[in-house]
């Protein structure tokens, strides 16, 4: 069992930039693949971001450009840098990690970017 703590997130005015943390509890070379989801009211979660244990990223079309996935392999750490938030970046944002053939989730934290 893999437990995500996610971190970093809040309220922030449209332009402005957020980094998200993810730290998990165990090393994250025993997870093929991390990543964000992020859920906003009323839709279904959809996929922001994913890092693979080789270092391939891939990216939502909506945020390319503006968001990076990165990982702190000594602290076991994703981050999410979002810059030029948008209002409609507004959602709850989840880690995630898949270590085959389990999927972990993390409790989900709150963005809120203002116009």
């Known amino acids: 069992q893999v437990q995500l703590v996610e971190s970093g997130g809040g309220v922030v005015q449209a332009g402005e930039a957020l980094r998200l943390s993810c730290a998990a509890s165990?090393?994250?070379?025993?997870?093929?693949?991390m990543g964000w989801y992020r859920q906003a009211p009323g839709k279904q979660r959809e996929l922001v971001a994913t890092?693979?244990?080789?270092?391939?990223?891939n990216y939502a079309d909506s945020v390319k450009g503006r968001f990076t996935i990165s990982r702190d392999n000594a602290n076991d750490t994703v981050y999410l840098q979002m810059s030029s938030l948008k209002p409609e970046d507004t959602a709850v944002y989840f880690c995630?990690?898949?270590?085959?053939?389990?999927?972990?989730w993390g409790q989900g934290i709150q963005v809120t970017v203002s116009s």
């Open positions: 995630y990690a898949n270590r085959w053939p389990s999927s972990f």
């Open positions: 165990e090393s994250i070379f025993s997870i093929n693949v």
């Open positions: 890092l693979s244990l080789g270092g391939t990223t």
